[in-house]
């Protein structure tokens, strides 16, 4: 992160402006793993997670059934 931010002055300038050195390249792939583990963990959080079970309502075989208005 410092040599890109204060390179030193015999850093080849132009493959940084060209985001071609490896300085680069490690920051990009440091910051694309720590998205996957936050991803990683975030689902793991999610899955962990369970919903309470409602009870279905007493008519609901009525509530589901086709009517005879729509036919």
Not at 3 to 17: G, S, T
């Amino acid at each position: 992160m410092q040599l890109l931010h204060r390179p030193p002055p015999d850093i080849d300038l132009e493959a940084l402006q060209d985001g071609r050195h490896w300085a680069q390249h490690r920051l990009a792939f440091e910051e694309l793993m720590a998205h996957q583990l936050a991803m990683l963990r975030l689902r793991a959080q999610m899955r962990a997670h369970k919903a309470r079970r409602c009870a279905p309502p007493a008519n609901w075989r009525t509530a589901l059934s086709p009517s005879s208005d729509f036919r």
